[in-house]
C-alpha cells in the first residue's frame, strides 16, 4: 500500500515524473548547503589575513596582561574613520607637546604651529592653544595644571572645560581638534635616569589615566563635536615617543603601553569618530638605538624630553600624513 498524495512522489501513476522533479529539488537544496558551508570556512580565514596585514609586532613583550585585559596595540585598531576636514577653527589640547614647551625658552615652534601652517592652506584662520605644561589627565578635568602661567590662549577653569565650552560657542566651526595627554599620569612610576620602573605603582596610573580618558576626556570631546547625531569635527588623538629609549631600552615596552592604553581607550569611547596618530613610530619606533633622538628632541643635549623645532615638525608630519590634509 501507498499513501495516496496529490502531486507527491509517491503516487505510482505520476511516480516516475515526481521523483525525477523530487531529485532536482534535492540536488539544488545539497548544493546550496555546501556552497554555504564553505562560505563560513572561509570568512574566518579572510578576517585573519586582513587582521594580521595590521598587527604590530611588540619586540620587548613585557607586558602580555595587558593584552589579555582587551589592550590591543594601535595597528591591531580600526581605520581611519571618514574626515570632517578642517574648518575656521583649530583647537590644539595638551600637556607641554601641544604647549610647544623646548628647554631653549622657544615656545613658538611645535606641532601645533607647524600643523596650523598647513590648515591655513584648507581655510583655517585661528588656532586655540590650550596645551598645559605638566598637564595629567586628573588635572585637566579637574583643572590646577602645574604650568598654568604657561598659557598661550587664556581661560578659566580647567582644560576640559574650557575646550568643550569653546567647541559650543562656535559649534560647526570648530575641526580638527588635537590633543595629546596620558604621560604625565605616570609620575614617579618610570625614572627615566636611573631606568627603573615601580611596575604596581605603573599599573594603577595607567588604570587611573584608562578612567580619566574613557569616562570623562574623550567621551566629553565626542559630545561636544556632535550636533543632531552628526559630527562636525575631526578629533585626533597623538601617541608618545620614548625619548630616553637608547639609555633606557627596557623602558621602551612602557612607553608602548601608555600607547596601547590610550589607543584603546580611543578605540571603546569614540569609535569611528577620533583618529590615533602614530607618533611613536614616526620618531623611530622600537629600534635601539634610536639614531633620531639626538636631532628630534633634546635628550641627548640637555637631558630633556622635549621635541626639538625638527621634531615638532616630524609631528606635525605624522599627523598630515594620516588625515591626508
Known amino acids: 500500500m501507498y499513501r495516496k498524495v496529490e502531486s507527491s512522489f509517491y503516487n505510482v501513476k505520476d511516480g516516475k515524473k515526481d521523483m525525477q522533479k523530487s531529485w532536482n529539488i534535492w540536488q539544488t537544496v545539497i548544493i546550496w548547503t555546501m556552497s554555504c558551508a564553505l562560505l563560513l570556512a572561509l570568512i574566518p580565514i579572510t578576517l585573519i589575513d586582513s587582521r594580521v596585514d595590521n598587527v604590530q609586532a611588540r619586540p620587548l613583550d613585557h607586558h602580555n596582561s595587558y593584552r589579555d585585559k582587551g589592550y590591543l596595540p594601535i595597528r591591531e585598531l580600526r581605520p581611519v574613520p571618514p574626515l570632517i576636514g578642517p574648518k575656521h577653527y583649530y583647537l590644539a589640547l595638551g600637556d607641554s607637546l601641544a604647549f610647544s614647551y623646548q628647554?631653549?625658552?622657544?615656545?613658538?615652534?611645535?606641532?601645533?604651529?607647524?600643523?596650523?601652517?598647513?590648515?591655513?592652506?584648507?581655510?583655517?584662520?585661528?588656532?586655540?592653544?590650550?596645551?598645559?605644561?605638566?598637564?595629567?589627565?586628573?588635572?585637566?578635568?579637574?583643572?590646577?595644571?602645574?604650568?598654568?602661567?604657561?598659557?598661550?590662549?587664556?581661560?578659566?577653569?580647567?582644560?576640559?572645560?574650557?575646550?568643550?565650552?569653546?567647541?559650543?560657542?562656535?559649534?560647526?566651526?570648530?575641526?580638527?581638534?588635537?590633543?595629546?595627554?596620558?604621560?604625565?599620569?605616570?609620575?614617579?612610576?618610570?625614572?627615566?635616569?636611573?631606568?627603573?620602573?615601580?611596575?604596581?605603582?605603573?599599573?594603577q596610573r595607567m588604570d587611573q589615566m584608562d578612567y580619566n580618558m574613557s569616562h570623562f576626556i574623550l567621551p566629553r570631546l565626542v559630545q561636544a563635536l556632535t550636533v543632531n547625531g552628526h559630527r562636525t569635527g575631526d578629533l585626533l588623538v597623538l601617541n608618545y615617543y620614548e625619548p630616553f629609549q637608547n639609555r633606557c631600552p627596557d623602558v621602551v615596552p612602557y612607553t608602548q603601553t601608555v600607547n596601547d592604553h590610550i589607543s584603546h581607550d580611543?578605540?571603546?569611547?569614540?569609535?569611528?569618530?577620533?583618529?590615533?596618530?602614530?607618533?611613536?613610530?614616526?620618531?623611530?619606533?622600537?629600534?635601539?638605538?634610536?639614531?633620531?633622538?639626538?636631532s628630534y628632541t633634546w635628550a641627548c643635549?640637555?637631558?630633556?624630553?622635549?621635541?626639538?623645532?625638527?621634531?615638532?615638525?616630524?609631528?606635525?608630519?605624522?599627523?598630515?600624513?594620516?588625515t591626508g590634509y
Open 301 to 322: 643635549r640637555y637631558g630633556d624630553v622635549h621635541a626639538t623645532d625638527r621634531g615638532y615638525q616630524v609631528m606635525a608630519n605624522a599627523i598630515e600624513r594620516r
Open 103 to 203: 628647554p631653549t625658552g622657544d615656545y613658538n615652534h611645535g606641532y601645533v604651529e607647524d600643523f596650523y601652517t598647513n590648515l591655513q592652506d584648507h581655510g583655517t584662520h585661528t588656532v586655540i592653544n590650550y596645551g598645559c605644561s605638566g598637564e595629567s589627565t586628573g588635572t585637566m578635568i579637574q583643572g590646577g595644571c602645574p604650568d598654568a602661567r604657561l598659557r598661550k590662549s587664556a581661560y578659566q577653569g580647567s582644560q576640559l572645560d574650557a575646550a568643550v565650552d569653546f567647541i559650543q560657542q562656535h559649534q560647526g566651526q570648530v575641526s580638527p581638534v588635537t590633543i595629546d595627554m596620558g604621560i604625565n599620569d605616570i609620575g614617579r612610576a618610570v625614572n627615566d635616569q636611573t631606568c627603573a620602573v615601580d611596575r604596581a605603582l605603573f599599573e
Open 266 to 294: 580611543l578605540d571603546v569611547t569614540t569609535y569611528q569618530f577620533a583618529t590615533m596618530i602614530d607618533i611613536f613610530n614616526a620618531f623611530g619606533g622600537t629600534y635601539t638605538p634610536n639614531p633620531h633622538l639626538c
